[in-house]
């Protein structure tokens, strides 16, 4: 961590000493919970302000811990030295205790005389705290207020805490640290005013309001999303459009709401390679536990990546500055886009730095600036103010731009031109044949070193960029001119032949092509390489880069791309290659929907997207083609112009298609089209090229509702078919209702819509929608829209018995059934809808017409509350043995496994409490019958039964009829057997089954069951070793099944019978570990019960005796990356006791196993454990054992970074302490390992920051 010491705390004036006790005194507050309005500070140090620099005073109680004594503390700061003498005279002026002092004794309070010169020695820091404690019981309630006095080395460690502060102070000295900065070192390198932009030019990519937000509200919603710990925000736009001075913003206290503080903000440009990089200084800001907001302005994709990945649940909120968005960003991170400056605030701008302009000028400026701030203020400086600017042609301003006041140079031009061809290029291994700018310098008569040095004057210029060995023309307004320049006197056959020497080269031409899709040079190449025996010619052969490089020039010629795409949907190879078996699958959809944004390609595109999505799995989340094709049919952030009605036209020919997929796909896009909210921009092409936007936008409330009055009418339409159709349409629309109504007020549209449904269906789920939304939405609402919508609910309410259990039965929401308006808890909603429901039981058994009519969706499909409603059955039937017949009569229509059983449990349930005699004749009957005996080990256990029940169970088992999954149900009635049966019937299942998953959740249901958790039998403990001896332990990511075993273990391995089983066990375990069939991991409880029952057989199967046992010690490192130790469970006496049966194996072997360090508990350094002290007091030669432990402090490979530096300094520092050991040859061994240690992780470190700057960070 950047270390601050007392020398730095001296360097302050006073001012700025005082304000550094005030902010700090802030910090501790905000600690304890509190606000800062607590604290007050100001004024010179000798003014006369009663002696108080920085006063505190709260009321709520603050941490023991804290830097500030108590609730009323006065802090007396001074830049000068203190002496005892100092102190008297500063405490009585005039020989009497100031009144400011005294007043502290009323409510305890503290005094803090605070020095940043003078002497930190102990002896003198006593003698000035006992002045205080003199003074101070010279006062009749002294003895009520605490004191201190805190030099200059005390405010250092003070500083440390908050690691923000430590750039503030850096940046008061002068010190600024390696490319770090805190607020006031980072705002004043612009120093220049933020002028707000009143235009509306930032864009959220998961904000579902809108699709652009005005400046004051983007800056709001980002500092909102910075106040959430471990959040990544990723801030991006063209070069020179000002990302950088919109951060600044964020902690502009003249600036919207919600401000961010200016100490907690940590500043670095990446391009400025700030030492220690990022990934490791995030790191150390991680283990001080404090909140910060770590800017990283021009952060390559992968360092972003890295960061969100380490700053992921920690205090710190991340916000990195890029000129462009990766389509692979982390999911956690939200992107912001910042779209180039209206020319009013570029005008704005140049008025208020260049005074001597006149507006016209200002205004031609802004013109041809394209929004672009840096490229306006670099031509501002190139220009004359005696000039009429305003009537320069834009050729003319840019050869000023370029030249910006030095001579003319047409070979630095020619040069710009040559090397802007390429959206970026390394000046890497310049002198080999294959170098880049080698290939680059081919273009011209200039030789790669001349280039080079060219590309060095314009970098000076501020038209190049740097990172690493990359460099990139920008910003890139200038570089597409240049590059434009460059097409139209360069052979196009010559340009390609020269870059296609180099793959990357070749794609970063590709992508600078793309921001010149209107030229001819850029259509002539891209068709070049589209046409037969180019590049492209075969779609079905394109390797990755040539896919990205068509992905570029899409946006030069989409129709012929898409006639490209076409001839393959009418080809032979068709199926083959529209599939998501296609490795580029996403990709070329990406590619189509990029085309599909005009409206004249939207319907081809779609047409083959729709292709693409109907080979693909259902299922499939990532890089879903399906997910793609739904934005393209949401009224905003669809990114296509494609009219209303053209989008609808292709939901109607899907639906009304004679395939399935075809009529499923289209009923998804009708159901994404009327959504009204949670709208994300999902494709990874900047809205900045080729002048696009993200799509069609409804302009006004008008257009909006017309995009849904159209969808319902078609509705409509479906609906008066009165086919299958029309109920999944209905279904749909049931679900939209709260949102149709309560954002868009379509009352008009969904009264007609529900009237028309009424004529002829019951609208169930129309009915719970509109439950859902007076639920919910009534607030929200005025009197007249729940006055109607109260009638359209009356209209819907169920008329008929028919009606009736189709609400409470096939609803989705059965929750939402009642409570709608009564304010009920959950519990008495669902006991009102299950009563509910069983009363449409007993009214239905009475009519078995319209019971047969629902039997098959009740005992094949999905249904709430059947349970209940099977109650009411048993219950109303005058028959039950007949209705139990039409039961079984409807499910020999079907698969029998298939049938939801929760009707006949129900029904069996309550009629076991009417008639016992008839429910065991029926389960007697069901247990032979060629239909139920499948599924009669859940019907058995439907109800509490008696021995009978047990014997039906276990001649189920005998006769192998049903399934050994089917017995899985004995889990949810566990406590009617005995422990004597249970083991029985649990033996006879695994003499059955062939896995042991059904027997251990058996097993471990019973161990759950209250009162009877305290023992278990002797029957069941033989059980379970057979159970655990049958198990593979083979099975990986099943934490269930390993928390069950666990269980398992706890209970039956206890005692000095189960040592076999324990040590078969653990054989198993390593075994499959070393054959990596299995990590350790998969099993971490099942390990740390083994270590807890079994300690002795634990240390002897796992750590052993010989190194060849160590093969294991790879999987237990990663075991513990999981979860803590399992050798904690294992006193550190019996752990030494086992090791001197053989010392000169076993206590080198369980180094690798053992925790070497725990944490110190009163800060966050570590020691050496208990556990290995004991081990080096104990062993003969401790060399040997140092060095073992030694090896254990690094990482198994050497891939790791930023977290594993901080661990590892840690445990270095660790052992550095044991340089002060009485034992000389450990001390002597301590100093010499710490210094060979830090040289290692320097050396490492060194490595990943040259690795850094390895990757193409421009692209």
Known sequence: MIEITGNDIKKLNDTDLRTLIGLLCEEELERSNISRKGVTWGGHQNARDGGVDVRVKVSSEINQDSFIPAGNTIFQVKATDMPAKEIIKEMCPKGRLRKTIKKLSDDNGAYVIVSSKGSVAEPALENRREAINSVLLDFKKGHNIKYDFYDRNRIASWVRSYPALIFWLRDKISAPVNGWQGYEGWINLSGNKYIVDEKVRLFNNTKSSSDRLPIVDGINLIREKMQQNGLAIRLVGLSGVGKTSLVQALFNEKIGKNLLEKTKVIYTDYSDKPEPPPKIFAQQLIALNEKVYLIIDNCPPDIHRKLTEICSNSLISLLTVEYDVKEDLPEETEVFYLEPASDELIEKVILNQYKEFRRLDARRIAEFSGGNSRIAKALANALNKDENISELKDEVLFNRLFRQRNEKNNNLLEAAEILALVYSFSIKNMERKDSELKILSSLSEFSSVKLCRYANQLQKRGLIQERGQWRAVLPRAIANRLAKRALEYLPKNIIYNKLSKSNRLLRSFSRRLSYLNNTRGAKQIANFWLAKGGILADLTSLDKIEVEILKNISLIIPENILLKFEELYFSEQKNKFFNSENDYAYEYAQILIYISYKAEYFNRAVKILILFTLNEKPNKNYKSVRKLLFCLFHIQLSGTHASPEQRLSVIKDLIESKSDNKVSLGLDLFKEALKTNNFMYLFNFSPFIGNRDYGYYPKTKKEVEQWYKSLLKYAVKIINSNDSLSRKIEEILGDSFRNLWGNICLYDELESLTQEIRKNNFWRSGLNGINRTLKYDQERMDDTAIERLKKLKSLLEPDTLEEEVELF??????????????????????????????????????????????????????????????????????????????????????????????????????????????????????LEDEVLAEIFPNLQMSYIFDKKGVTRLKKSLSLSMAPIEEYQSLTYNIGIFNDKDLAEIIQMILNKAENVQIPIEIFHSRLSVPNKNAEISDNLINTAHQILLNYSFENRNDHGLDFQISDIIKRALNNESSKTVAKIIC?????????????????????????????????????????????????????????????????????????????????????????????????????????????????????????????NIMPATWTWSGSEYVVIEKRIKAIGELKCHQNQEIAIWAKRKEIELTQIIEKEKQKEREQDLLYPAFE
């Open 809 to 926: 039965l096939f609803s989705r929401h059965g929750i939402d059934l009642y409570g709608a308006d009564n304010g009920l808890e959950i519990a008495d909603r669902r006991k009102l809808v299950n009563k509910k429901a069983k009363s449409l039981g007993v009214r239905t058994a009475g009519n078995i017409e319209l019971l047969k009519s629902l039997l098959s969706k009740l005992l094949f499909e999905r249904s709430i509350n059947a349970n209940s409603f099977g109650q009411g059955l048993a219950l109303g039937a005058d028959d039950p043995e007949f209705l139990w017949a039409v039961f079984k009569s409807e499910i020999k229509k079907g698969e029998v496994l298939k049938c939801k059983l929760q009707l006949l449990k129900g029904f069996l349930n309550e009629l076991a409490d009417i008639n016992y005699k008839l429910t065991n004749e029926i389960l007697n009957n069901s």
């Open 1067 to 1191: 054989e198993k375990l390593k075994v499959n570990s070393i054959n990596f069939k299995i990590g350790l991991s998969d099993y971490n409880n099942v390990i740390t019960a083994l270590a807890q029952v079994q300690p002795q057989t634990f240390l002897n199967q796992f750590i052993g005796d010989s190194e060849d046992e160590n093969r294991i010690n790879y999987g237990w490192r990663n075991l513990l990356s999981f979860q803590a130790n399992p050798l904690d469970q294992i006193d550190n006496q019996l752990i030494i006791s086992w090791c001197e049966e053989n010392k000169k194996d076993r206590y080198l072997n369980i180094i690798g196993f053992i925790d070497l360090f725990e944490k110190d508990k009163e800060d966050d350094s570590l020691r050496l454990s208990d556990l290995a002290n004991l081990i080096i007091n104990n062993v003969q030669d401790k060399i040997e054992i140092l060095e073992k432990i030694s090896k």
